[in-house]
């Protein structure tokens, strides 16, 4: 009969404590709210080191969480009461039973602001009493009501009162309400995918009229002055444009009112843009290489690493959230050998379409590659031009730009300037030079391994000094160089009319 080790620990499963209801602090729309949940493990012996994770429910609906933990924290996005409960599970073993419901009932400013009877005008006969009309309201806890005589408060209540005389001729104004705020027709939360059409539209109720303004975060969409509704519509919908968009509301009479929508757009994996593309990693024999390759889609994607032939290395990797649409994957490979080195596959599915499968490269460190895209950006000066070229791979080591002028008098290169690795479209500006001449230019990539094994070439031309004469020039002013198609990422509303870019260049 086989022995148990002496250092074996049995362990005793028991279903967590039921946990108590759970509670939060003080819920309002369209504002952050956190529920917690507590239970307790009665796994014996009391130190097995397994951990609690909960479950939710929203009425008697699984809720799909970012982490499995308690406390649970969201965005409040209805005005509706909805039950919430939780449930404790523990790691390797069995799951409580669920907690006692909580109604949250959030609470939330005035909407749906409307005036009964709805006529807007009447008139009255002096020292009579005013008409009864009733201002009525959505909001929680309950509305008070104050009626405005030309910007001066003049009377309280659901109900306006008063005697009619000639100082009461005017409008009687109310500050701005967000009647509906949708985005396609919907409140609340909307998922698309990628390319649909989006349009945006809010609703405004106020006397007089409000300045209306649409918001991504803090970027202004469109803005209405003097109305009760803005329009704004993406022709495609764009990954990056998944957030919180807002409609603000204000008529200088009370505080500015706003309400928000969330937008989701589902898409395909594809290289973060934000991130460093590298795909190709370098290292010794016997050495470690941390690969990470970004990515940007949703819903977030699940990594697999592969490779089609015998490696010792643990392909398990592992992936971090960088945000709501973007996911690092990772790879750890340590004490390379011969035949680690080679291509690994990284496939990547989040279900939105097809699988897409990049290529990883750990080569044996060696010089840098040759800079690609080296030309002249036609920006001329009478003694400087502005060059540019994109930096190849560096080789496994830091790697620097030797750039190089030609001396057509004595046919000798001079070094012009040393430039340090950016990991992007370099851009530089070199000065100095004599009007209307032409200039060769030559390239090298350097690393503390060995250089490069070739220079690669440009030939410009400095305007003629007669060119000046149509140039004008200021006093203790930085020139700035001309933005290249490389070098520019595209606004994700770039064709909806708004000023926005990004550009992907440091300016030398």
Same mark, same amino acid.
């Given at each position: ?18 946990p ?12 952050q ?13 009391a130190d ?5 994770t909960y ?8 809720i ?8 649970y924290?969201?965005r409040?996005?209805?005005r509706?009461?909805?039950?919430y409960?939780?449930?404790a ?7 409580s ?11 939330y ?5 409307s ?12 020292h ?20 405005f005589h030309?910007?001066t408060?003049?009377s309280? !209540? ?5 005697? &009619? $005389?000639? /100082?009461? +001729?005017?409008s =009687? %104004? ?32 106020s006397?007089?009229?409000?300045v209306?303004r649409l918001?991504? !975060? ?5 803005? &209405? $002055?003097n /109305?009760? +509704?803005a329009? =704004? %519509?993406l ?8 957030g ?11 505080a ?6 969330e ?26 290489v941390n690969?990470s390759?970004?990515?940007?889609a949703?819903?977030?994607p699940t990594?697999?690493w592969?490779?089609t ?11 971090i ?21 080679g291509?690994y ?5 989040n ?18 590659d ?8 036609d ?8 060059l ?6 560096n080789?496994g080591h830091p790697?620097t730009f ?34 209307g ?7 090298h ?15 410009t031309?400095t ?8 140039t004008?020039?200021y006093?203790?002013?930085t020139?700035?160089p ?11 509303y770039?064709n909806?009319?708004?000023n926005?870019?990004g ?6």
């Amino acid at each position: 009969m086989p022995c148990a080790d002496d250092d074996t620990v049995y362990l005793h499963h028991g279903k967590p404590t039921t946990p108590v209801r759970p509670v939060s602090t003080t819920p309002v729309y369209n504002q952050q709210v956190t529920l917690t949940c507590s239970s307790t493990s009665t796994t014996v012996p009391a130190d097995h080191g397994l951990t609690l994770t909960y479950i939710w429910q929203r009425d008697r609906t699984h809720i799909t969480v970012t982490s499995p933990g308690s406390p649970y924290t969201f965005r409040v996005s209805s005005r509706d009461s909805h039950s919430y409960r939780c449930r404790a599970r523990e790691s390797q073993g069995l799951e409580s039973e669920w907690s006692q419901g909580y109604n949250m009932e959030p609470q939330y400013g005035p909407y749906q602001i409307s005036l009964t009877p709805s006529i807007s005008s009447y008139t009255v006969t002096e020292h009579q009493a005013l008409p009864s009309i009733t201002c009525s309201a959505i909001c929680r806890p309950g509305c008070t009501y104050r009626w405005f005589h030309n910007g001066t408060a003049f009377s309280s !209540g659901a109900v306006l009162q008063g005697q &009619a $005389d000639r /100082s009461k +001729t005017g409008s =009687y %104004r109310y500050p701005a309400t967000v009647i509906m705020f949708t985005v396609n027709s919907l409140s609340g939360t909307l998922a698309v995918n990628e390319s649909d059409p989006v349009t945006l539209r809010c609703q405004v109720d106020s006397n007089p009229r409000s300045v209306i303004r649409l918001l991504n !975060g803090t970027e202004e969409l469109t803005r &209405a $002055d003097n /109305s009760m +509704t803005a329009e =704004y %519509r993406l022709a495609s919908a764009d990954c990056r444009q998944r957030g919180n968009y807002s409609c603000t509301a204000t008529n200088n009479i009370g505080a500015p009112v706003s309400q928000r929508v969330e937008l989701l757009v589902k898409c395909s994996p594809r290289l973060d843009e934000t991130a460093v593309k590298q795909l190709k990693y370098a290292s010794r024999l016997g050495g470690n290489v941390n690969v990470s390759v970004s990515v940007l889609a949703y819903p977030l994607p699940t990594f697999t690493w592969s490779r089609t032939t015998s490696t010792s290395q643990d392909l398990t990797g592992s992936s971090i959230p960088v945000s709501a649409i973007s996911v690092t994957a990772r790879l750890h490979l340590t004490n390379l050998q011969q035949q680690d080195f080679g291509d690994y596959s990284l496939t990547v599915n989040n279900g939105e379409s097809s699988s897409v499968t990049y290529t990883v490269s750990i080569v044996s460190e060696g010089p840098p590659d040759v800079p690609t895209q080296f030309r002249d950006l036609d920006n001329a000066t009478t003694s400087s031009v502005w060059l540019s070229w994109l930096p190849g791979f560096n080789g496994g080591h830091p790697q620097t730009f030797l750039l190089e002028h030609l001396k057509f008098a004595t046919r000798t290169w001079t070094v012009y300037k040393t430039y340090a690795d950016t990991g992007k479209m370099m851009v530089v500006e070199v000065t100095g030079l004599t009007p209307g001449d032409i200039h060769i230019f030559r390239l090298h990539a350097r690393n503390d391994y060995v250089d490069s094994n070739r220079y690669v070439f440009v030939e410009t031309r400095t305007a003629g000094a007669d060119a000046a004469a149509g140039t004008s020039t200021y006093e203790g002013m930085t020139e700035t160089p001309p933005v290249t198609y490389e070098s520019i990422r595209a606004s994700p509303y770039q064709n909806t009319g708004a000023n926005s870019q990004g550009s992907d260049h440091d300016n030398k």
